[in-house]
């Protein structure tokens, strides 16, 4: 069975930092490439990062291009999103894909707050 579960959310202060996790199981994590999306109140789901399987190449969303970096770990079967410099319009449910499988985690909350 194909899961994906996130952590890492919380409450931060405009400026700070927080680094999500993405645990996969249930396929052969290696083989896929992985995205991050989000969902902030009242709007639709937004693309924010993805890497490829093999080779981890990177790619951001203009949003967020310059303060946020994924990564992954292979042997760990975990997608990273190392967030700085956060911002309330940061504000939002993160999610993980896996692509290929369509498959979602249930979301882990950031919110960016004074």
């Known amino acids: 069975q194909v899961q994906l579960v996130e952590s890492g959310g919380g409450l931060v202060q405009p400026g700070g930092s927080l680094r999500l996790s993405c645990v996969a199981s249930?396929?052969?994590?290696?083989?896929?490439?992985m995205r991050w999306y989000r969902q902030a109140p009242g709007k639709e789901r937004a693309w924010v990062a993805g890497?490829?399987?093999?080779?981890?190449?990177?790619r951001y969303a203009d949003s967020v291009k310059g303060r946020f970096t994924i990564s992954r770990d292979n042997a760990k079967n975990t997608v990273y999103l190392q967030m700085n410099s956060l911002k309330p319009d940061d504000t939002a449910v993160y999610y993980c894909?896996?692509?290929?499988?369509?498959?979602w985690g249930q979301g882990t909350l950031v919110t960016v707050s004074s």
């Open positions: 890497i490829t399987s093999v080779h981890r190449t990177p």
């Open positions: 894909y896996a692509e290929g499988l369509g498959a």
């Open positions: 249930g396929f052969t994590f290696s083989n896929y490439a």
